[in-house]
């Protein structure tokens, strides 16, 4: 993978991202508070 870095292409080391990084944070998200959100919005109440 290339970059511009300072005026000139250098390679950049692509970064690994594991599932156990991610999953966390889905575990914050709170569904209820989505479906809340989505309510309120289908019912036109800003």
Known sequence: MLGLNELRW???????ISLSEIKPLFDRIDLMKIEEELERLNKGVL
């Not at 250098?10 to 690994?16: G, R």
């Open 10 to 16: 250098q390679e950049i080391e692509p970064i690994s």
